[in-house]
Structure formats: structure tokens, C-alpha cells
């Protein structure tokens, strides 16, 4: 008696557990339709109808949010760029008072981190979209090679000790845009929150991609991949870099991870 009315149980509740499992894998930026088990039991169908209506509305709201956000960030590049050009124009002008040079070169900074922010929206809302889906056969340390060669003014001005382990790694298919941006956002990063004077550590081997530098305490890793989230009290970036960085690894399901040990933050990520 026990034994059957435990095989109706599991019988009664597989459906339930199944509407569970699809809740647990559904991904909501995948922009994709849930599709929920077909049941006759009346109280779990009526449960099916509940969610399917709750999830349509989520994704409305999401698509309308990301087409807001794309179409903004469109909007805006247009005044953002006069702007600047205009401001380029009256710092050059040679009768410009010291007092009013002071404040045109005032504006310029906000305008140019409003510039990098909308670039970045933008940028977000195209990965969002798939809207980077050519993909070719790149080297990782080709792409890491290139990107360093870039930031050595960086590296320079705070003078920082680079210490690079570069060695030969497989072809990974992926945009060549979107791992530049990828690569370059992480050493921005280090570049920004490392002390003058301090150590940057880059490490390449097999699939994985290694970027640690020298601080004094963790970061909120519950917040640190967040928009606009606060894990410093520099303002100076857009808020956005590691942000993309995250939306990156996720379009090719790949791997980050951040950790703070011996006086170095590190982010990992496995291609």
C-alpha cells in the first residue's frame, strides 16, 4: 500500500517537477518562447497558464527595454559628437578668456565620459541583439600581443611592472571585435585600479586568459559585472567595461571568474 501510493505521488508531482526544471534553464536574453510540459492535471495546467502569461510579459518588457536602450544610444551620438566638435572649436579660439578655457575644459571630461557611456550602451545592446555573429579563427596571444602594444603609454605614465607568460594557444571561433573589446576592457581596468608604481600580470595558457593586478582589498563580486555598479570610489570609467566584458562570456559561453588573493585582484577567463 505504501509502495503504491508513493508510485501515484512521483506520478502526480513528475509534471510539476518538470515545469521546474524549464523555469530553472529558461533564459530570459535568450529571447526566446517557454515552452512548459503539457499536462491533464487541471491545478498544474491552470499553474502552466499562470507562468506562460507572467514570462510574455517579461519578455515584452525586456525587448522593449533593449530597443529603448539601442535607439537612445542612436539618438544620442549625433548631438553628443556636435557638441564635442564645438567645444574642440572654442578651446582653439585664441581670445578665450583663462576663466572661460577653464570652464570649457571643465565640460570636456563629463562630455567625453557621456560619450564612452553611450558607446557602450550601445555596444551592449548590439551584443544583446546578435548583432555580431561573423566569426573567425583568432589567436589569443596574437589578440593579447596586439592589445598590450596598445596600452604601453598607459603603462608608462603610472609606471607599472608588466610581467607577461605568453605562451602558444589553440584557435578560438569567435568576433574579432568583441574579443579585442573583451581584452582591451579588462587591461582598461587593471590599468585604472592598479597604484602608481604597481604590478600588472598577464598570462596566457592553453584556453585561458589570466589579467591580475596589484591592490589593497577585494572587490564586490556580487556587484562587480553590474551596469553602472560602484565597487570603487573612482568615478573615472564609464561603469560599463566589465559589464560588457560579462555579456561577452556569456554570448560564447565562456568563463570569468574574479578573485583577490595575496594582495592581487585576477580575472580569469576560459575560452
Not at 510540459?37 to 498544474?44: A, K, Q, S, V
Not at 571630461?109 to 557602450?120: D, H, Q, T, Y
Request: hydrophobic letters at 40%; a neutral charge.
Amino acid at each position: 500500500m505504501i509502495y503504491l501510493n508513493k508510485r501515484i505521488a512521483l506520478s502526480t508531482w513528475k509534471p510539476f517537477k518538470k515545469i521546474l526544471q524549464t523555469l530553472q534553464s529558461f533564459d530570459l536574453s535568450r529571447d526566446e518562447k517557454i515552452e512548459l510540459p503539457e499536462t491533464n492535471i487541471y491545478e498544474f495546467e491552470e499553474l502552466n497558464h499562470v507562468l506562460r502569461t507572467l514570462v510574455n510579459k517579461n519578455i515584452s518588457t525586456y525587448q522593449q527595454q533593449k530597443a529603448f536602450t539601442e535607439n537612445a544610444s542612436h539618438e544620442l551620438q549625433t548631438p553628443i559628437a556636435l557638441l564635442k566638435s564645438r567645444l574642440d572649436l572654442l578651446l582653439q579660439e585664441k581670445e578665450v578668456s583663462p576663466q572661460i578655457s577653464e570652464l570649457l575644459g571643465g565640460i570636456e571630461a563629463p562630455l567625453s565620459r557621456l560619450s564612452r557611456i553611450n558607446k557602450n550602451l550601445l555596444l551592449l545592446a548590439k551584443v544583446e541583439n546578435h548583432q555580431y555573429q561573423s566569426q573567425e579563427r583568432i589567436d589569443i596571444k596574437t589578440s593579447v600581443e596586439n592589445a598590450l602594444s596598445l596600452f604601453e603609454d598607459y603603462f608608462i605614465d603610472k609606471r607599472l611592472s608588466i610581467k607577461t607568460s605568453l605562451d602558444e594557444t589553440k584557435h578560438i571561433n569567435a568576433n574579432a571585435f568583441l574579443l579585442e573589446t573583451l581584452i582591451h576592457n579588462l587591461l582598461s581596468n587593471a590599468v585604472r585600479h592598479t597604484p602608481f608604481g604597481g604590478n600588472i600580470i598577464i598570462t596566457v595558457k592553453d584556453d585561458n586568459l589570466l589579467i591580475a593586478n596589484s591592490g589593497a582589498e577585494a572587490l564586490n563580486s556580487q556587484r562587480l559585472f553590474k551596469r553602472f555598479s560602484t565597487v570603487t570610489k573612482e568615478r573615472i570609467g564609464s561603469g560599463l567595461g566589465l559589464a560588457i566584458v560579462k555579456e561577452v562570456t556569456n554570448k560564447y559561453g565562456w568563463c570569468i571568474v574574479y578573485r583577490f588573493q595575496d594582495d592581487f585582484h585576477s580575472f580569469s577567463v576560459s575560452f
